[in-house]
Structures are given as C-alpha cells and as structure tokens.
C-alpha cells in the first residue's frame, strides 16, 4: 500500500511517498481503509521540526481522519466489518484527566497516523460513526472536537446565552462557531479577511471584527457587543496575544488556550497579572481531549446536524499541494486528503 513519510523534517519537501506491506489487525485493533484525511497547523509544525522530538523518518502523519473498518482483531467486540470510524488523536486518553502519557500514542506524530491507505487503530479508541456525520465532517473531528469540547465544555462550562470568542477562521474556530451554536450560545469571531467574516456571519456568528483594520480588535469588539466581553475563549492565538485576548474578556471569562498562531508555544504572556485578576480570569492549557470529549462532541455534531466546511480537497497523490494551501493560510475550515480513486475538489 501506498504512505505518505515525514521524512528529514525539513518542511513540506521533505515529504516522501513510499510502498509499505498492508497492516493487518492484531488483538484489540481494527483494520482501516482510509476514506478521507485532515490537515491541521500543527501538521505543518511536525514537518518543519517544530512538534514532536526524535520522530523517524518513516512516520506517518496526520492526526484527523475517517475510514471503514476491514477487518476485526481477536478479542474485539462491538464493530463490525463496513463501520465507518474515527479516533482521537490521542490513542490512549479514553477518559477521565490528562496526564503525560497520553503523548506516547499520538497519531501522525509519536504514533503513525492517517496518511495512508490503510492503518490500525486500538479498538478501544475508535468511534462508530453515526449516519448523520458525513465522511468530510468526519475526517476532520479528531483533533478538534475533542479540543473544542474541551475548552468550550468541559472546562469553560459554556450556558445558553453566553458569548464564545474564538480567533481566525481555520477549523478549530470554525467547528468552535457552530459547537457554540449548537449549544445556545453567542459567537464572536476574529479575521483578516472579511470574505471570511461575511461566510461566519452566515454561518451564524453574532459578532465579526476585522484585525487588519483594527489591530485594537479587543476594543473592536466591545463596542460591537456594547461593552461585553466574552465569558469563554476558546484561543488559538497564544501568548504573544494574550494581552488583547484578556482585554476581550469578560470577568470571570475562561480562556481555554490551545494554540500559538500569533508566535510559538514557547513565547511569554502579553497580559499583565493584574488585568487577568481585576478581571477574576481563569487561563487553562488545552492538550485537545479525550475519546470521551470527542465521542460527546461528535453526538452533538449528529444531533444537530453540523457539517464542517471544507475549503479544498486533495488527492493522495498531491499530498504535498494539500500542506502548501495550509501553509497559505488562505482556507476557510478543513482541508482533505482523499485516496486517488475518489473525487476531489
């Protein structure tokens, strides 16, 4: 079967597709026909050296995915050859609170992930897939469903009514605005593009700042909502912006803080002590969540019937071409790898 490898991580030129001999379903695993893959930032980072240490050569990465179960390993009950699954990306974290270790089963970084035709999931990570979530919606929930449930849910404890601020408009902020929809709540939402903005207005967010013509986008947004703040973040920004993120909150906001897309993860706080406790503020890290979040989140997805954009589709093939248009930073929600026989666009 064909995989996509990470090679040298050198950037996206490092990249290398080989032949490797079809996986088989050893005891407790599945056999998974790969249908579709998602790209997240942090895939970039892992190519360019920047997440994960010491990875061979030969990983395979991407952590979001969906595929069809082929065959079922000894001792494996409750599947069914033809079920359509995903998993979290963190293969061990079943449930209950984080901890280290959940980092040695990482897909696409410490554990080879979805950029394959076919690869081996833990039956006791793997989630059947309801009718209602489409393979497009699907193959991009592993890493943000759980993270967005996580920072929405169960830490910021979002009620009906209360305002989410999530920042640009790639698929964690996407899936984001239509989690907080789902739920009651009301959205903001901050880009560079006001294409973008005007497509999450339709989507259904109440409150859209431009931070190109506002650099001050906090303020920005208080005056559109009238001085009000928000009571959870879920921010993928960092803390190179963490001075305006805490300016935009209300007080006693949750910010729930899982990305570093204004600097890098190991950049200092923009925010004064005092403005985070005049403001009775409380800063959680989100290390994305369990199977358990993520089997939640995605209920909520079948329920009420979310089907997470996706920008650009992308043969197996033109793998490389997919991380580039990431790298562009000119998608709206997902981007997809699919195998070489089915349709793209």
């Known amino acids: 079967m064909k995989v996509w490898e990470i090679g040298a991580r050198t950037g996206i030129d ?45 990983r395979i990465p991407l952590s979001d995915g969906v595929g069809v179960v082929e065959a079922i390993g000894e001792g494996v009950a409750g599947f069914a050859v033809g079920d359509r699954v995903t998993a979290p990306h963190f293969l061990n974290w ?10 040695g089963t990482d897909l696409g970084v410490t554990a080879d992930g979805w950029l394959a035709e076919k ?26 469903a759980g993270t967005v449930w996580h920072a929405m849910v ?56 431009n931070y190109r013509d506002r650099p001050d986008w906090a303020s920005a947004l208080l005056e559109k909502t009238g001085g009000r703040g928000a ?20 007080v006693n906001g949750r910010i729930g803080t899982l990305g570093a897309l204004s600097g890098s993860p190991q950049a200092t706080a923009s925010a004064s002590q005092g403005a985070i406790i005049g ?27 979310i089907s997470n954009p996706v920008d650009k589709q992308f043969s197996f093939a ?11 930073g000119s998608h709206f929600g997902k981007i997809l790898i699919r195998p070489d026989e089915m349709p793209v666009s």
Do not use: C, W
């Open 318 to 328: 033109d793998a490389p071409a997919a991380y580039r248009y990431l790298e562009s």
């Open 154 to 209: 169960a830490f910021g404890a979002v009620k009906p009514g209360e305002l989410v601020l999530a920042q640009g408009t790639g698929g964690v902020s996407i899936f984001a605005l239509q989690l907080a929809k789902a739920l009651g709540a009301d959205f903001a939402i901050s880009s560079s593009s006001d294409d973008k903005l005007a497509r999450a207005q339709e989507m259904g967010a109440d409150y859209v700042v």
């Open 279 to 305: 403001k009775n503020i409380t800063i959680k890290g989100i290390a994305s969540g369990s199977r358990a979040m993520t089997a939640d989140a995605i209920a909520v997805v079948a329920e009420h019937g």
């Open 14 to 58: 490092g990249l290398r597709m080989t032949e490797r001999d079809q996986p088989t379903a050893g005891a407790g695993e599945l056999l998974v026909k790969v249908t579709a893959s998602g790209l997240n930032f942090r895939d970039l980072m892992v190519l360019s050296g920047n997440y994960g240490e010491n990875l061979p050569e030969g």
């Open 231 to 250: 009571d959870v973040v879920v921010d993928t920004l960092g803390f190179p912006a963490l001075g305006e993120t805490v300016a935009a909150t209300a």
């Open 119 to 144: 690869i081996t999931l833990p039956a006791s990570a793997a989630i059947v897939l309801p009718d209602a979530v489409d393979d497009q919606t699907a193959a991009s929930l592993s890493v943000v």
């Open 94 to 103: 079943l449930d209950g609170p984080y901890n280290f270790g959940i980092f």
